[in-house]
């Protein structure tokens, strides 16, 4: 999983990596065929890496490993593109980067060390250490390092390759936390050494370019020759990893909505930072608390096997334990009771009969994984729609359109039915682009792909077979309007001739619909310019223009309006209907908000239990404040004087129920090894894991 | 002294500076002469200081030589790089006992001339490579304080050259006239050895800081080790500056003046582009000097903006749009540019390749167009720098109203707090009467004392619980408290958007000042429709 985000977040930086290695490997190619510069200046990338800084460390690693390495990164056919005018530079160009972060570099003499260390330190064949020649140089002489690059280029010169000269990077990872007057000097001398050891210099900068026109003197700034590289937004990535991995991937586990929901305020409203959002969903709150929880605590767990069948070992494994929980569930209950309606035999055989229940249980998670897999695909149609138009006022991002989707809202939100009303005002041509683009995502999509037999043909490929059929009426539609059309123009010819000539011409080569329909407007339009001599505006064009058609045609198009409509709304209200409601749904998501969880994150080593409870209790009560507005107020009151019983029996019971909740959690939080009790303290129990799990 | 060939070949790659290498040669004197016991030389920045010491001390000692095996004669020092006195010390001693690192190109006097003002900062480029070849076991010299540097010193100059030196003393060496004992300590038959010693520190005044104690030492080096050594100091700040305690020598104070008009043009003819006109260049010149004069003194930043301004300048010419001749046309072309250059480029806000890339690429796009040039590839190229900034810069929903917050408790007076930021609650009416009053009371004290606002003050210092009241009260939504917002306001800190002002041994009570400009406030706050200016008080 955390391989999976990483490869997302590298395939987004990919262009911006292979800029930068670009520009570094060419950095001094580049200089000797340039116009002459009254002086040399330094090559300086700027690397904007948004503001969560914490995250910069795994970013920085990756370009350094990238700048060290002899290709460059990623081959796709865009790199090459990229790369072509550099290729025959860096062919044999190397270079050598280290990372210098603010805290190794709290004065000069450290910055120096720092980077002259890991210089020696990177072990290329060849380089001598003049520290270990038994010189009494200090660590931090930059003649250390000239002395080392000397040994370097003569290895080079030896090993007879080219004389393209090993290109030295100093990254500076967080350029706002350095302290600037060390910097300062560090670039002079930099760019004094320039002449004998070519440096290249990429700073991370978290805020803006002001940062560095505010930190450095312009006898420094002057020295730099700077190229700014843009790293993806920090939102782009969230939702890229989200679409991923909640979206598309196949793992066992979905998160519910409400953890979804903290865990992407907890990005947008405070840190920006991915991989906090990544070490939140894998640590605190989601993925090893769910894990664990869903394999240890949930004996269901074992279902989640994605590959179950009838003859599955798994379901051998299943006790009568199981099946107890299997009807406790709440979805279970909803999926029978459903069933008592239809068929109360079957409904009491799956409540009474392990056997038959058993039997089923592959089928209904069989149905879970499709339902899941055809979510992802209709969820894509639903973006694809929304990207279509280009009404940036209702535009949502990915993320809380799968969050809608998980809370439920998302078939009875405003969204849907505005997109279809979008849909609906179309156009014929756009329209017919419209549906063939549709035809054409779902054909890309995998799980539209021919099937072998058709056993394992799916819902997808139904309604594949839909918008074929609805995309070949349509065509036909098209063209035979476009015949009629033909033929309407030929009568007004004296209008406009040679659109009409053309529409002819075009006709006869019998090219794509929507390109005639567009000529016929154009006739239509020409016409109706005369004929009335005063400007027009869309609608009205676009009624008369239907007006033109012929009727037969006309309601025709106007029914596969309507059916298209109709499908668009029908695959959403079938596919993106909210996962609960689908039987055995707690298997897969994951709704629980550990409240829990989070304070402890926040806690001390000794957790006072009766804290810890108080705040727990607190946080339900807010909870819920939304919900039933009535019951706080009440409880105040009730807590002063006593005043209304009725309300005060909720309110205990509500009590009870916290403390139940709240002693289950601490008993999980304690089987999987987050705390354990402590005798040093009364009522405390101890903390055992730190940072960022 | 007759001018030699050295002399006048220094001559003419320094315009504007014949004076002072003359000068300097006449303290130099004959290579055994004893010269004074320092030297001070001072000027603005981009003066040729470095360049023309550098120059003539190569040029007058040893270089000539075909083959030089004789320790140099001068060390050169940065003191930038040099921070501590030891560093200073061992590469001093390395230096005068290692021979000069030679150059791999040409003569070194010619590739001077070429690369001249280059070494105006003290950076001497052209990209030369010292030798590699000669790479002996590095033997280096360990000295950790002032005895064993003088010490040193004594010793440098007592010991003999290599004996391959008496074999290949066959330059202008050689017409010294041999035994010129100075000095008490009988000398061998070398006729090297009293030779001046050169210790050449750039940037002088940085000594000041991480060695105060060696500056009277220095002046008194000749004196302390009693031998010829001279100490040459480069700097951009004057003498009385470098003045601790009384008693210390006064070295020779050299001033390099301002270049002229007529001195600078010179300089700038040197960079003439190969097969261009000189004609049309020296017009170019002569009008980027005419612009740039009064803002920019700088040399070095006139060569930087002819650089780059030359190419978009001949252009019209290369494509046969405009008559070498025309030069009003010409003029006119250019001046588009020259705003935008004072602008950008001047400020470093786009880099030299960057300027060139865009400038090449969108001036080209325009030219043909249009053939008439006005202002508008400026004006959209200003516009997507302007968006890319725009861009970079991003921060979470809270982080921004943290900043706000910030920024209000550093420029609004803590009294008026409960005026803007008081909940309007059923209490409000009390309220509103007080701050009425309040505000009213400072309508009148603004009216006669307004030169005390705080947005000419500058951010106020607000404690950090303050500032989070705001931070609550400005928000719309409920918000619980907890570690985020405090590590927020950590990494804001160390973004330097918030400037700690209270120690950092000081965990609690902890002060901060906003540290970012009111535009930047502004553009954050229309990002979250917030509006800004109802809650700040006594702002323009």
């Keep these: ?693 | 002294m007759a001018t030699s060939p050295q002399q006048q070949q220094l001559h003419g790659a320094f315009p504007g500076r014949v004076k002072q290498i003359d000068q300097i040669l006449g303290f130099m004197g004959k290579p055994l002469a004893p010269t004074p016991p320092s030297l001070l030389i001072n000027g603005n920045s981009s003066l040729g200081k470095t360049a023309v010491i550098k120059a003539t001390l190569s040029a007058m000692l040893g270089q000539s030589e075909p083959e030089r095996r004789r320790p140099s004669r001068y060390a050169f020092l940065d003191c930038v790089e040099c921070h501590t006195p030891r560093l200073i010390f061992e590469h001093a001693i390395y230096q005068l006992r290692n021979p000069p690192p030679t150059q791999e190109k040409g003569p070194t006097l010619s590739s001077i001339g070429a690369g001249k003002k280059e070494a105006a900062e003290g950076t001497l480029t052209g990209f030369r490579k010292r030798k590699r070849v000669t790479h002996s076991p590095l033997e280096w010299n360990k000295c950790d304080n002032v005895n064993e540097f003088i010490e040193w010193c004594r010793k440098i100059c007592d010991t003999q050259d290599d004996e391959t030196d008496n074999t290949s003393s066959s330059g202008n060496q050689s017409s010294q006239s041999p035994g010129h004992h100075h000095y008490q300590r009988p000398s061998t038959s070398s006729k090297h050895q009293n030779e001046t010693r050169y210790l050449v520190l750039d940037r002088a005044e940085r000594l000041r800081d991480t060695a105060p104690t060696l500056i009277p030492v220095l002046m008194r080096l000749q004196e302390l080790t009693g031998r010829n050594i001279c100490v040459i100091l480069i700097t951009t700040i004057v003498w009385e500056k470098f003045r601790s305690k009384t008693g210390g020598y006064e070295p020779i104070v050299l001033n390099f003046p301002q270049y002229t008009k007529a001195e600078t043009v010179a300089i700038l003819r040197k960079d003439l582009p190969e097969d261009e006109d000189l004609d049309m260049f020296m017009r170019f010149v002569d009008l980027v000097y005419d612009v740039f004069q009064r803002n920019c003194k700088d040399l070095n930043e006139i060569r930087h903006l002819v650089a780059l301004l030359f190419p978009l300048y001949i252009k019209p010419v290369k494509e046969g749009k405009i008559q070498k001749h025309e030069g009003l046309k010409l003029h006119r072309h250019i001046q588009a540019y020259f705003v935008e250059a004072m602008d950008k480029l001047y400020l470093r806000e786009i880099s030299s390749t960057e300027w060139s890339d865009r400038t090449l690429s969108a001036a080209s796009g325009s030219l043909i167009s249009s053939g008439h040039i006005s202002g508008a590839p400026g004006s959209d190229r200003t516009l997507i720098t302007a968006l890319d900034v725009q861009n970079t810069f991003d921060l979470p929903y809270y982080t921004k109203f943290l900043l706000i917050a910030s920024f209000l408790a550093s420029y609004n007076p803590p009294r008026l707090d409960m005026r803007y930021f008081a909940k309007v609650s059923n209490q409000g009416g009390k309220m509103t009467k007080r701050s009425k009053i309040a505000a009213a009371k400072k309508h009148g004290h603004d009216n006669m004392g307004s030169k005390l606002r705080q947005q000419l003050l500058g951010p106020k210092p607000f404690p950090i619980e303050r500032m989070l009241a705001i931070f609550y009260s400005i928000l719309d939504e409920e918000v619980e408290e907890n570690v985020n917002v405090h590590t927020q306001i950590a990494s804001l800190v160390s973004l330097r958007m918030l400037q700690r002002v209270t120690p950092m041994d000081k965990l609690d009570s902890i002060k901060c000042k906003c540290n970012v400009s009111y535009e930047t406030i502004k553009s954050l706050a229309k990002s979250t429709k917030f509006e800004i200016d109802k809650y700040l008080y006594d702002f323009s």
């Design chain 1, 1 to 693: 999983m955390v391989g999976r985000i990483e490869g997302v977040m590298r395939n987004m930086n990919t262009i911006v990596l292979s800029a930068i290695y670009d520009f570094v490997h060419s950095a001094y190619s580049r200089q000797s065929n340039k116009t002459t510069m009254p002086f040399q200046e330094l090559p300086t990338g700027l690397i904007f890496a948004g503001i969560n800084v914490p995250d910069h460390d795994l970013l920085f690693q990756q370009i350094a490993q990238i700048i060290s390495s002899p290709t460059p990164p990623g081959s796709s056919g865009v790199d090459d593109m990229e790369l072509d005018h550099v290729t025959p530079i860096s062919a044999g160009g190397e270079s050598h980067a280290v990372i210098l972060q603010s805290k190794d570099c709290v004065n000069l003499k450290s910055a120096q060390k720092s980077m002259i260390e890991q210089f020696l330190g990177l072990g290329i064949a060849g380089a001598i250490n003049p520290l270990e020649g038994g010189a009494k140089l200090q660590n931090y002489d930059m003649l250390v390092l000239e002395r080392w690059y000397q040994s370097l280029c003569e290895h080079h010169d030896n090993m007879g390759q080219d004389q393209k000269q090993p290109t030295l990077v100093i990254i500076l990872q967080d350029f706002e936390s350095f302290d600037y007057d060390t910097l300062q000097d560090f670039i002079a001398i930099c760019s004094n050494y320039q002449d004998r050891i070519p440096f290249v210099l990429l700073m991370g900068l978290a805020t803006s370019i002001d940062a560095i026109h505010q930190g450095l003197p312009k006898a420094v700034l002057s020295r730099l020759q700077t190229r700014k590289f843009q790293m993806q937004q920090s939102s782009e990535c969230l939702t890229a990893i989200i679409d991923d991995l909640f979206i598309h991937a196949n793992v066992g586990l979905m998160v519910g909505s409400l953890p979804l929901k903290q865990l992407i305020d907890q990005f947008i409203h405070y840190n920006f930072s991915v991989g906090g959002f990544i070490s939140n969903l894998k640590a605190c709150e989601c993925w090893i608390y769910i894990v664990m929880h869903h394999f240890y605590a949930n004996p269901l767990s074992i279902l989640c096997d994605r590959s179950l069948t009838a003859q599955s070992k798994a379901l051998d494994l299943l006790t009568k334990g199981h099946f107890d929980h299997l009807r406790m569930l709440p979805s279970f209950q909803q999926y029978v009771e459903g069933k008592l309606e239809a068929d109360p035999q079957e409904a009491e055989m799956l409540i009474l009969d392990d056997e038959f229940l058993v039997q089923q249980i592959p089928d209904i998670v069989q149905a879970l994984q499709e339902y899941h897999q055809s979510f992802g695909m209709i969820f894509d149609f639903l973006w694809f729609l929304q990207s279509r138009f280009s009404m940036s006022l209702l535009k949502k991002p990915k993320r809380a359109l799968y969050f809608m989707a998980l809370e439920g809202t998302l078939i009875n939100s405003s969204h849907i039915p505005f997109l279809q009303s979008l849909v609906r005002k179309l156009d014929s041509n756009n329209m017919m682009m419209f549906v063939e683009d549709w035809l054409q995502l779902f054909k890309e999509s995998s799980l539209c792909a021919p099937k072998t037999s058709t056993a394992l043909e799916n819902a997808m490929d139904r309604e594949l077979v839909v918008v074929q059929s609805i995309r070949d009426r349509m065509s036909a539609l098209l063209d035979n309007v476009s015949e009629d059309s033909v033929t309407s123009s030929s009568e007004i010819e004296d209008h406009g001739e040679e659109a009409e000539v053309s529409s002819k011409t075009l006709g006869g080569e019998g090219l794509s619909a929507s390109t005639f329909v567009k000529k016929r407007k154009l006739v239509s339009l020409n016409v109706y310019a005369h004929e009335t001599g005063s400007r027009q505006t869309k609608i009205a064009k676009k009624t008369r223009e239907t007006a033109r058609i012929p009727k037969g045609a006309l309601g025709a198009y106007t029914l596969l309006v309507k059916e298209i409509d109709e499908t668009i709304s029908r695959l959403f209200r079938t596919y993106l209907v909210c996962h609960t409601s689908m039987p055995l749904n707690e298997i897969y998501y994951y709704s629980q908000v550990a409240i829990q969880q989070k304070l402890y994150v926040e806690c001390g080593r000794m957790i006072n239990m009766y804290d810890w409870f108080t705040a727990f209790g607190m946080i339900l009560e807010r909870g819920q404040q939304p919900g039933d507005v009535e019951v706080l107020p009440v409880k105040k009151r009730g807590g002063r004087g006593g005043k209304a019983k009725t309300n005060a029996k909720t309110n205990k019971l509500d009590q009870k129920e916290v403390q139940a909740r709240f002693i289950s959690g601490v008993a999980e939080l304690q089987f999987m090894g987050f705390i354990k009790s402590t005798s040093r303290k009364t009522d405390h129990v101890m903390r055992l894991t730190w940072g960022n799990i």
